[in-house]
């Protein structure tokens, strides 16, 4: 929900750096991510769930910098709708990419 995702994304945490996935389904989050932005609907398929925003949460808490765009669109009825889509900061792309690559 955007509350949901209101509230994960602006999660302090005293990190230094990001905890590796704990799941297949947080690596493929971050692969996707290292990629660039990804719509939600997307990322469910890509990470094969129905809830792909779960996963993006935890990764999230885990540390890592995922934000939101909120995307106005038209639904295939008429009405306007808001879709998510996900970034991974610049930092955390490389350092996704690094630990993904490493088998990390």
Same mark, same amino acid.
């Given at each position: ?23 297949? $389904? ?10 660039? #932005? =990804?719509i !939600?609907?997307? /990322? ?12 993006v ?12 765009? $909120? ?10 709708? #808001? =879709?998510? !889509?996900?970034? /991974? ?16």
């Amino acid at each position: 929900t955007p509350k949901a995702a209101s509230e994960t994304q602006h999660h302090h945490n005293n990190l230094d750096k990001p905890y590796k996935p704990k799941s297949q $389904r947080e690596r493929r989050v971050l692969a996707a991510l290292v990629n660039g #932005s =990804v719509i !939600r609907h997307d /990322l469910d398929t890509i990470v094969g769930t129905d809830n792909a925003p779960e996963y993006v949460s935890r990764l999230r808490m885990a540390g890592w910098d995922i934000t939101t765009e $909120r995307l106005p669109m038209i639904d295939r009825d008429g009405h306007k709708i #808001s =879709v998510g !889509r996900y970034h /991974l900061s610049l930092e955390h792309r490389a350092l996704a990419a690094k630990l993904l690559n490493n088998g990390g």
